[in-house]
């Protein structure tokens, strides 16, 4: 057996998108990583197609995805049809300008993606890929986890032999997908929902502009027709996907077949109304879905963690795998990187701030994945009448309510690190498009002064609230974390305003999202805003309520 030397900070064991955005932002933190990955390339089968402004503004503070954006598209919405044919829900993309300032739905090539993802580990001296490697043992002490390490043969699908590697390392996370093997190693077991179905997943180029003339091109649409329910979308390149479920009889094995199962796979396409010969097959693949949560995110010792689909399972119907990996490992990277420069006097396993990763995240994936089954249940209904009583429910809701968009079912955070009772604690934070005093126009994340360090950060519309509002005590214990600090003015504040006060710099927003939300949030004047940037840790319009904010932060930090 070969012996790494090195003591890392950090193993991520998983190279997909989860993985390769935890060990970017480990690397802004400064800390030593090793990346293992089984195979020595991208999976090259078709997977995620969407990603949402969480998406975009975590990988945004990683570096990482800007390179992307000229490849992806935007999406203008989706449409569920009845058994009929005719729409029963719509989601709706509106005009810009938006809270989040990226556009709300991007489709994408996820294998494209995460190329782009993997180029920024080379800035980092110390994060270090382990290509072609499994996982095969996993050993826990008090002080750090040895990982035992074996070659993996692609061709074979199976573990050499010899070629054994021991890795140690003050932790683990385990992003090695649904079938995880750092899940099993700690004992970890999977909560099924109920909802286990098979499903085939088609990327084809459309060759024709009438190929898909019944369909809107930036549209997606989900069919759900007992006949044969499915879904498909726009993705960049001019290629599109379909969705399609197997039918009770069909056997999956006849559609995965290796010679003859991408054309069966191609075949069901015919079934929504596009003739075969105006488009061509790139890719296919047969998955049985799943509804999963794991018992547990962690384990006893809390040096192991797992996160992405190792963590949580859904179906494609929401488009939140792939955000909802990411946001695993925003949660997880700087709570990991906080411990090892502020905590290792203490166990892991009693540490407030590594024990909230859970406490935050299982409920908010089991709601999560449990809208998901939802929706699946109701676009994969195969019994006719069923479906009739279904559709002629949602029209006459459709009738009353307003459209909704995907992100309208995302819940809030519930618990954990926010300042429970405060008007904006846990809520989704905006990130508008603001102007610096020169006026150059740029997303408000990106003018921080440290725009790609996990951190929290005090922000208000005030420079007075934001400068002058906490006491002495407070400020040195911001200062001791790394927090930052921005003012960003009003849309209606005069021009000619100072780039910096004090150090802290000074912007002005294009529109009135952070105005509004600390409106209605209590009519606040500051945010104190939590390191993944997108929830909110609480808002104060008080220098009174800030203090008692961060006092309170203060204790939940340990």
């Not at 899940?183 to 085939?200: C, H, P, T, Y």
């Not at 029209?395 to 519930?414: F, V």
């Not at 990106?446 to 906490?470: C, I, K, N």
């Amino acid at each position: 057996m070969t012996i790494d030397e090195t003591l890392y900070d950090v193993a991520v064991v998983g190279y997909g998108p989860t993985g390769g955005v935890l060990a970017n932002l480990l690397g802004l933190q400064g800390l030593k990583v090793a990346v293992i990955e089984r195979t020595r390339s991208i999976y090259p089968k078709p997977r995620g197609i969407a990603c949402y402004p969480e998406g975009w503004r975590i990988m945004q503070v990683a570096g990482v995805g800007k390179d992307y954006i000229p490849k992806s598209t935007t999406l203008g919405g989706g449409v569920y049809t009845g058994a009929d044919g005719e729409p029963i829900l719509k989601f709706d993309i509106p005009p810009p300008p938006y809270d989040q300032a990226w556009h709300p739905a991007r489709s994408i090539i996820q294998t494209e993606l995460e190329e782009d993802i993997r180029k920024g580990i080379p800035r980092f001296k110390d994060v270090k890929e382990l290509l072609g490697y499994s996982v095969v043992g996993l050993d826990e002490k008090d002080d750090a986890v040895t990982l035992k390490l074996r070659v993996f043969n692609e061709e074979k699908n199976a573990n050499e032999t010899d070629g054994e590697i021991s890795v140690r390392t003050k932790f683990v996370v385990g992003c090695d997908g649904g079938t995880s093997a750092v899940r099993k190693l700690i004992g970890v077991k999977m909560n099924s929902l109920g909802f286990d179905e098979w499903w085939a997943a088609i990327d084809a180029y459309v060759l024709r502009d009438d190929a898909t003339n019944h369909l809107d091109p930036d549209m997606g649409y989900l069919y759900c027709n007992p006949k044969r329910p499915g879904l498909t979308f726009p993705c960049p390149r001019n290629i599109r996907r379909w969705e399609i479920k197997l039918l009770p009889g069909e056997n999956p094995a006849d559609f995965s077949d290796e010679e003859n199962g991408p054309q069966r796979c191609l075949k069901l396409v015919e079934e929504f109304g596009t003739d075969l010969d105006s488009i061509k097959l790139w890719r296919a693949a047969v998955y049985q879905l799943h509804c999963l949560v794991a018992d547990s995110f962690a384990s006893k010792s809390m040096r192991v963690f797992i996160a992405g689909d190792a963590a949580h399972q859904m179906p494609p119907f929401m488009g939140q795998g792939l955000v909802s990996g990411v946001r695993d490992a925003s949660f997880l990277a700087w709570r990991l990187a906080y411990y090892l420069k502020n905590q290792q006097s203490i166990p892991p396993n009693k540490s407030n701030v590594l024990a909230s990763y859970e406490v935050e995240l299982k409920p908010f994936m089991t709601h999560i994945v449990g809208v998901t089954k939802f929706l699946g249940n109701i676009i994969g209904e195969l019994d006719l009448e069923k479906a009739q009583k279904r559709d002629f429910g949602m029209r006459e809701a459709m009738k009353s309510e307003k459209p909704s968009s995907w992100e309208d079912r995302l819940p809030n955070l519930e618990g954990g690190l926010i300042a429970l009772g405060s008007p904006g604690a846990g809520k989704n934070f905006v990130q508008p498009w603001v102007f610096t005093a020169d006026g150059k126009r740029e997303m408000m994340d990106d003018t921080l002064p440290h725009p790609a360090r996990q951190s929290f950060l005090l922000v208000g519309s005030s420079v007075d609230a934001v400068t002058e509002w906490l006491n002495e005590d407070n400020s040195a214990f911001f200062e001791q974390i790394g927090a930052q600090k921005l003012v960003c003015l009003p849309k209606d504040a005069k021009d000619g305003f100072a780039g910096s006060v004090g150090g802290v710099p000074v912007v002005r927003e294009e529109h009135e999202f952070l105005s509004n939300f600390l409106k209605e949030k209590g009519y606040a004047s500051v945010a104190v805003v939590r390191p993944e940037r997108s929830y909110c840790y609480g808002t104060a319009a008080s220098a009174d309520q800030l203090n008692d904010l961060v006092a309170g932060l203060k204790k939940m930090l340990v």
